[in-house]
Structure formats: structure tokens, C-alpha cells
């Protein structure tokens, strides 16, 4: 297909190497009260056609979709107006970023231009939101600014904002009115008495509140808030900082009242904790959650509403599908220089091309799903995957810098979390440091597999009792996941393996560089 400048559909695919051909699922549900997850094969079907709409291509509302969509985040909100034990603003919120400096902090003219220049040149970037590196209700004129210049030149791009939700019921009108459609909440707490181990104070009315009295304001302004979003069909999804010894098993209570209140997704996060980040919980030594400890808690949440996993804890300036980050590429600089054409018509001629891609990926699913049908076992196991995000196995295992994990059991295939590495290869020689900590990561998983490996950490992979699987190179990885599982549980029918419960795994918590 001809997409005019003399490009086609094959070229923007080789011009976008990281495009996902897709899985199967989606966090979504008809209203946002229903149960699914977000590994679930939960689709078009399942949804209004309103909702459908508003999540079909949204990377962070949709699983499915993240495999193909892309998002970026602009950075024109510096200020906030409360603060988080696990945040430290001299570096990104590690909440809604990965712990590394904001690079650039733009004018909204400047984010408008930036965004038009990255949704020219990718054209799956579907969505913006705008989370910080502050709050962007507590810079309301900039964030405000930004989301209508964008609107007035890329009408299609959906529009995003995250917020503590202290400012939240004041801006509902305007909300509204500019067509953000998908607002984010952080809600750490229902209990003040837990929010006061959080949040040492805020800043409301003019005036510095700290404590429990800081606590119970700032829970009742995100509820209300939250309240007032779902009541006007906004699909709000609420971020919980899973924060062991603090708020974990207070989270289930927060999980059922925002369910309650209508949010559509709930995603808790790990919190993000190492001295060198310079924050409360860093230099006080409170922990990051184990892999099992936070895939744990979801799986318990998981039963009251969708539950987001594939959550990257992005950049305030992240640009590119999730799990990567292109900003470097659109620097304001490079931007200035761009020379840049919107192009409606090759936007959507490209994502009508992912969505056939999209199709072909739950077709073979399906199919594959179809040889477990009638086999009923407990068994079930984690496969990690190295993937540079096509829905296939398209990865070398060196170069893989994150590792996709998906569970399988008779009942199917989902994607349940990802975990962040070192990659294993540095300048062609692989580094046996660097292999220690991608065992560590993925101990819990039964196989690993990628397009290709080395002799070496094979060995080493072997030796931790993770089989390193390549028969599957440029396969898709659901599909495969299935044959694995079906011969993997085959061979314990027979009695030739023993399967045996793996270990935990650990969260990257360290400071990352991408
Ligand atoms: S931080 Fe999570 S929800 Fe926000 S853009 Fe990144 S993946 Fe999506």
C-alpha cells in the first residue's frame, strides 16, 4: 500500500523496528466494573463499543495493544504539591518514571511541536500524556496549554494526564471539556494512617498540611476526583505503589474502593527503592517487592477489577512503545530542526496494517489453543521471553535488556509482568556479573526463550535449571508459549520430568539508564 512521500506500509514496518505484531488480550471491561485482566483474551467483545474505542490502540489501557502502540510523555509540569517518600524530583517520580533525570523541560509550544514531530515519524504513537516530572494539575496552565495545541494539529491522538489527584475535583470541568478521555490517579491509601507513613506533607489551599491531617485531605481529594471522572465516562485508572511493610495488604482495601467508584484498571506498581535514587524509602532501606510478592497481590486483586501489569513505570519524557524510550531521537534540538508533515491519511492507513498484524497474532493463538482443549491440569509455569516488542521472539538473549513473562496453564497463555536486566552482551563479549542478574530476574521461569544465544550463557542459564529455548526464533510468543506448555506437560504426564515449584525472582531496583 502507497502512503504517499514515497513510502509503503513494508517500509514504515522496516522503518519501525520495534513494532509489535501483537498478543492477545486486553485490560479492559465493559464498564469498568466487570471482571477481566489484562492478560485475558478480554477484546472487542467484551466491550462497549465507547469503550472499545477509547481502548483499542492505548498502549497502557490495553495489553494487547501495548505490543503495538507506542506513547509518549512530554515533561512541561516541573512543579508538585505534595510529597511522596519514594519520590525524589531531583530525579524522576519513580513512581510514574524510571529513576533517571527529566533531560529537557519544555514550553507547551515546544511539547506541542515535539509531538507532532514524533507522531509523524511513528506513526503508532497514539496517545499523550503528560505525568510530571511534577504534577500536572499543579502546573494546570502548561498542561492545559500543551493538550490544546496538540489537539488543534492531531485531533486523533488520544490524550492522557496523571495526577496525585490532590487538585483533581477543581478540574473536571476542564477535562472534560478538552476531551482527556484517560486520567490516571495514584492512590497509595484509603487509611490516613497508612498515608501518613507516605506522604510527610501537602500543600493545599495555600497553606503546608503534614501528617495524618496531609493524609486524610489528599485521600479525599482523589476519591472524590475520582468520583466525579467515572461519573462523566472517563476511564480512569488508579496507580498504587505496592510498598512492602507500608501499604501492601492495605492494598486490597484501596483495590475495592476504587473499584467501587468506578476506575477501570488498577495497576500496582513496585515501589522502586535503592540509596542512590536519594529518596525517604531509598535511604531508609524499605524494599522493593519480589516478583512473586507483586505478582502475588495482583493475582488477589485481580478477582474485584482489570488489573494492569505491563506497566514499564515510564519517563516523564518517555517516547516509543513501552519498554523502550526514543527520546534521545527528539531532543528539542533535533525537533527544531525536523522537518515535520502530519499526515492523518499515513497514520491511519499504518495502524490499519497493525491491526491485520494484530489479527494474525490471536488467530494463531487461538489455533494453538485449541491442541490444550480437554487437558485439565494444576500445573502451571512461567516462560520468560526476549522480544524487541513484534509479538515474536525476535530477540538475541545478550541484547535483551528486559525479559517479557507470561504464565501458561491449560486455561491459556497471559503476559504477567516484565522484568528489567542488564543486558548479558557488552561490545560482543557477555559478561558472567551481568548473567547473575538476569538469573535472578527470571529463576521463577521455567524456560527462557529468544531468537538466539551464545554457548556460555546457555551453560550458565542451564546450570540455574532455566532451559534456554531458540527453536522458536521469529515465532509468536503466545503461540509458542502454548506448544511448550502442551510438550512440557506431556513429558510430566509420562513421568519423564518432575515439575517442581521454582523460586522467587528478584525486581530490578537499581538505577536504569534507558
Ligand atoms: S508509566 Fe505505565 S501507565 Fe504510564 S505510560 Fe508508562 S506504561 Fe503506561
Known amino acids: ?26 485490560c479492559a471491561s465493559k464498564s469498568g466494573k466487570g471482571k477481566s485482566n489484562c492478560g485475558s483474551a478480554a477484546g472487542q467483545g467484551d466491550l462497549s463499543p465507547e469503550v472499545w474505542e477509547k481502548v483499542k490502540n492505548h498502549p497502557c489501557y490495553s495489553e494487547e495493544a501495548h505490543h503495538h502502540y507506542a506513547r509518549m510523555h512530554v515533561a512541561v509540569a516541573p512543579a508538585c504539591n505534595i510529597q511522596c517518600n519514594y519520590c525524589n524530583r531531583k530525579y524522576d517520580c519513580s513512581n510514574e518514571s524510571r529513576p533517571g533525570v527529566v533531560s529537557e523541560r519544555l514550553t507547551p509550544e515546544q511539547a506541542a511541536r515535539k509531538v507532532i ?25 502548561k498542561t492545559f ?9 492531531a485531533p486523533d491522538i488520544k490524550l492522557c494526564l496523571s495526577t496525585n489527584g490532590l487538585m483533581l475535583p477543581d478540574y473536571i470541568d476542564q477535562i472534560q471539556a478538552l476531551n482527556i478521555d484517560h486520567v490516571t490517579i495514584t492512590i497509595n491509601m484509603i487509611d490516613p494512617e497508612i498515608g501518613a507513613k507516605i506522604y510527610p506533607w501537602i500543600y493545599y489551599n495555600k497553606k503546608r498540611h503534614e501528617g495524618l491531617e496531609a493524609a486524610k485531605i489528599l485521600s479525599e481529594r482523589q476519591l472524590l476526583g475520582l468520583e466525579m471522572l467515572t461519573a462523566r465516562g472517563i476511564l480512569c485508572k488508579v496507580n498504587s505503589v505496592m ?3 507500608v501499604n501492601d495488604l492495605h492494598l486490597v482495601e484501596v483495590n475495592k474502593a476504587v473499584k467501587s467508584r468506578g476506575a477501570f484498571l488498577h495497576n500496582i506498581m513496585p515501589l522502586i527503592s535503592a540509596p542512590e535514587h536519594g529518596t525517604v524509602f531509598g535511604l531508609n532501606g524499605t524494599r522493593g517487592p519480589t516478583a512473586q510478592e507483586l505478582k502475588a497481590l495482583q493475582d488477589s486483586c485481580e478477582g474485584e477489577m482489570n488489573m494492569m501489569r ?25 525537533v527544531m530542526e525536523m522537518d515535520v508533515h502530519y499526515d492523518l491519511a499515513i497514520r491511519q492507513a499504518y495502524q490499519e496494517h497493525v491491526e491485520k498484524q494484530r489479527a494474525e497474532v490471536v488467530v494463531a493463538r487461538n489455533a494453538e489453543l485449541e491442541t490444550l482443549a480437554g487437558n485439565r491440569s494444576n500445573i502451571s509455569i512461567l516462560i520468560a521471553v526476549a522480544t524487541k516488542g513484534s509479538g515474536r521472539i525476535n530477540e538475541h538473549f545478550g541484547h535483551a535488556k528486559e525479559f517479557q513473562v507470561y504464565e ?22 557477555g ?5 547473575e542478574t538476569v ?46 506448555f502442551r510438550e512440557y506437560l506431556e513429558s510430566v504426564q509420562r513421568g519423564e520430568i518432575e515439575h517442581i515449584q521454582r523460586g522467587d525472582a528478584a525486581i530490578r531496583q537499581g538505577a536504569l539508564t534507558i
Open 310 to 334: 505491563h506497566c514499564r513505570q515510564c519517563r516523564a519524557d518517555a517516547v516509543g512503545l513501552l519498554g523502550e524510550d526514543r527520546s534521545n531521537e527528539f531532543t528539542t534540538e533535533k
Open 243 to 245: 510498598i512492602p511493610g
Open 408 to 429: 501458561v496453564n491449560t486455561s491459556g497463555v497471559k503476559f504477567v509482568g516484565h522484568r528489567r536486566v542488564d543486558n548479558y552482551c557488552q561490545g560482543g563479549f
Open 431 to 435: 559478561e558472567e556479573e551481568r548473567l
Open 117 to 141: 514531530a514524533v507522531a509523524s515519524s511513528i506513526p503508532q504513537m497514539t496517545v499523550l500524556g503528560i505525568a510530571g516530572p511534577g504534577d500536572p494539575l499543579a502546573n494546570p496552565d
Open 439 to 484: 538469573v535472578r530476574a527470571i529463576k521463577d521461569c521455567v524456560a527462557v526463550f529468544m531468537s538466539r544465544i551464545g554457548h556460555c550463557p546457555r551453560e550458565g542459564l542451564l546450570k540455574a535449571g532455566i532451559e534456554p529455548v531458540d527453536r522458536f526464533a521469529l515465532e509468536f510468543i503466545e503461540q509458542t508459549a502454548i506448544t511448550y
Open 145 to 153: 496549554k500543551t493538550f490544546e495545541l496538540v489537539t488543534q494539529t
Open 1 to 26: 500500500m502507497d502512503l504517499g512521500n514515497g513510502k509503503n506500509v513494508a517500509q514504515l514496518v522496516v522503518m519501525q523496528p520495534s513494532l509489535s505484531s501483537g498478543q492477545q488480550s486486553s
